[in-house]
C-alpha cells in the first residue's frame, strides 16, 4: 500500500483510509472489517464521537489497542449529544471540544489521538476559540494535529488563514468535483485533502446501477439524474483499459492530485475494504485518462456558503 504525508505533519498514511462509520454495532463484525482493513495494509482509521453515539470509538478502542503504535488515528468533535437521546447540537466551543476529546481517549483506549478534526462548522461560529481549543490540546500532547471536515468554501478558507490545520476532509469523486475549485488554495498552504465518498455510494464501483437505492434511482446523484447515471457509467466502462473498472478509476481520479492524501473508503463488511485495496492497485491514470474522465464528468461548483 503506498503511502503519503498528510500536510507538512509527520502523518504518513495508506492511500486507502478505512472510514469506520459504516462498520456497524456488533462488535465482531466490526473487528472483521477493521482487521481485513489492516492486513491490507491500510494504516489510517478515521471515526467521530458522533457515529454510533460513541460506540464507533468504543469498538475501534478495543480491536486496535494492541496495534495502537501502527495505526494513525483520527477522530471528530463538535456535534454534542446525549447518548440515548435521538439528534444532537452544533457546539464549536472550547469547553465543549476539549471535554468530548477526554470522552473520545476514554472510548478509544488512547492517550493522544493523531488527528483530531472539528466535525463541521459554520462562519458564524467563534471561529478563533475553536482554534484555541485545538492548539491548546496540541501543546498538552493529547492531539498531535488537527483538521477540519467541511464542504463550506468560506469555513475552509477561514481556518487555511487563521490555524495551523494539515488537513481539510472533503466529499470528493468523479461525481462531485466541487473541492476542486478549492485545491489551488489547500496547495499553496501545504493542506492535505482526505477525501470521503469516493464511491459516491457505492454508484462507482462494479455494483449493477439497478441495486443503487430507491432515492437515487428515483432522484439521481447530486447533479447528476439517474439516465444521466446510466449514461455515463456506459461511457466509463467503454473507456477502460487493462485492469482497470470503474472502481479503479474512481479511487485513481481522486488519487491523481497531490493534495489528495488518503481517499477515505466507508465499508460494513471485510470484503468491500479489501475490493478498495484491490482496486487502487491498478488505479494509477495516465495525463489522457484524468483528461478522458473529466471531460465525461461534471465540474460541479460549490454555490453556496461562499462569504
Same mark, same amino acid.
Given at each position: 500500500?503506498?503511502?503519503?504525508?498528510?500536510?507538512?505533519?509527520?502523518?504518513?498514511?495508506?492511500?486507502?483510509?478505512?472510514?469506520?462509520?459504516?462498520?456497524?454495532?456488533?462488535?465482531?463484525?466490526?473487528?472483521?472489517?477493521?482487521?481485513?482493513?489492516?492486513?491490507?495494509?491500510?494504516?489510517?482509521?478515521?471515526?467521530?464521537?458522533?457515529?454510533?453515539?460513541?460506540?464507533?470509538?468504543?469498538?475501534?478502542?478495543?480491536?486496535?489497542?494492541?496495534?495502537?503504535?501502527?495505526?494513525?488515528?483520527?477522530?471528530?468533535?463538535?456535534?454534542?449529544?446525549?447518548?440515548? *437521546?435521538?439528534?444532537?447540537?452544533?457546539?464549536?466551543?472550547?469547553?465543549?471540544?476539549?471535554?468530548?476529546?477526554?470522552?473520545?481517549?476514554?472510548?478509544?483506549?488512547?492517550?493522544?489521538?493523531?488527528?483530531?478534526?472539528?466535525?463541521?462548522?459554520?462562519?458564524?461560529?467563534?471561529?478563533?476559540?475553536?482554534?484555541?481549543?485545538?492548539?491548546?490540546?496540541?501543546?498538552?500532547?493529547?492531539?498531535?494535529?488537527?483538521?477540519?471536515?467541511?464542504?463550506?468554501?468560506?469555513?475552509?478558507?477561514?481556518?487555511? *488563514?487563521?490555524?495551523?490545520?494539515?488537513?481539510?476532509?472533503?466529499?470528493?469523486?468523479?461525481?462531485?468535483?466541487?473541492?476542486?475549485?478549492?485545491?489551488?488554495?489547500?496547495?499553496?498552504?501545504?493542506?492535505?485533502?482526505?477525501?470521503?465518498?469516493?464511491?459516491?455510494?457505492?454508484?462507482?464501483?462494479?455494483?449493477?446501477?439497478?441495486?443503487?437505492?430507491?432515492?437515487?434511482?428515483?432522484?439521481?446523484?447530486?447533479?447528476?439524474?439517474?439516465?444521466?447515471?446510466?449514461?455515463?457509467?456506459?461511457?466509463?466502462?467503454?473507456?477502460?483499459?487493462?485492469?482497470?473498472?470503474?472502481?479503479?478509476?474512481?479511487?485513481?481520479?481522486?488519487?491523481?492530485?497531490?493534495?489528495?492524501?488518503?481517499?477515505?473508503?466507508?465499508?460494513?463488511?471485510?470484503?468491500?475494504?479489501?475490493?478498495?485495496?484491490?482496486?487502487?492497485?491498478?488505479?494509477?491514470?495516465?495525463?489522457?485518462?484524468?483528461?478522458?474522465?473529466?471531460?465525461?464528468?461534471?465540474?460541479?461548483?460549490?454555490?453556496?456558503?461562499?462569504?
Amino acid at each position: 500500500m503506498n503511502k503519503r504525508r498528510i500536510g507538512n505533519s509527520e502523518l504518513i498514511v495508506s492511500e486507502i483510509g478505512l472510514g469506520c462509520m459504516s462498520i456497524g454495532t456488533n462488535k465482531r463484525e466490526a473487528a472483521a472489517v477493521i482487521d481485513a482493513a489492516l492486513a491490507e495494509g491500510i494504516n489510517y482509521l478515521d471515526t467521530a464521537d458522533l457515529y454510533d453515539q460513541g460506540m464507533n470509538e468504543t469498538i475501534i478502542g478495543e480491536v486496535i489497542k494492541p496495534k495502537r503504535g501502527e495505526i494513525i488515528l483520527a477522530t471528530k468533535a463538535g456535534n454534542r449529544f446525549e447518548p440515548g *437521546k435521538e439528534g444532537w447540537s452544533w457546539d464549536p466551543s472550547k469547553k465543549h471540544i476539549k471535554a468530548a476529546l477526554k470522552q473520545s481517549l476514554t472510548r478509544l483506549q488512547t492517550d493522544y489521538i493523531d488527528l483530531f478534526q472539528l466535525h463541521g462548522g459554520t462562519i458564524e461560529d467563534d471561529i478563533d476559540e475553536t482554534i484555541e481549543a485545538f492548539e491548546e490540546l496540541k501543546q498538552e500532547g493529547v492531539i498531535r494535529y488537527y483538521g477540519i471536515s467541511s464542504i463550506r468554501p468560506n469555513v475552509i478558507r477561514e481556518y487555511v *488563514k487563521r490555524s495551523s490545520i494539515v488537513s481539510v476532509m472533503m466529499q470528493y469523486s468523479l461525481l462531485d468535483r466541487r473541492p476542486e475549485s478549492l485545491f489551488p488554495l489547500l496547495e499553496e498552504h501545504t493542506i492535505s485533502v482526505l477525501a470521503r465518498g469516493p464511491l459516491a455510494k457505492g454508484l462507482l464501483t462494479n455494483r449493477p446501477l439497478a441495486k443503487a437505492s430507491a432515492a437515487i434511482r428515483e432522484n439521481g446523484y447530486l447533479d447528476y439524474s439517474y439516465e444521466e447515471l446510466e449514461t455515463l457509467r456506459n461511457k466509463l466502462s467503454e473507456n477502460m483499459t487493462g485492469e482497470k473498472d470503474i472502481h479503479a478509476m474512481a479511487l485513481g481520479y481522486c488519487l491523481a492530485s497531490p493534495v489528495v492524501a488518503s481517499v477515505v473508503a466507508g465499508a460494513s463488511k471485510p470484503e468491500q475494504i479489501i475490493a478498495s485495496c484491490k482496486a487502487v492497485q491498478h488505479a494509477g491514470l495516465t495525463q489522457e485518462d484524468i483528461n478522458t474522465l473529466q471531460q465525461l464528468t461534471k465540474p460541479s461548483k460549490y454555490t453556496q456558503h461562499q462569504n
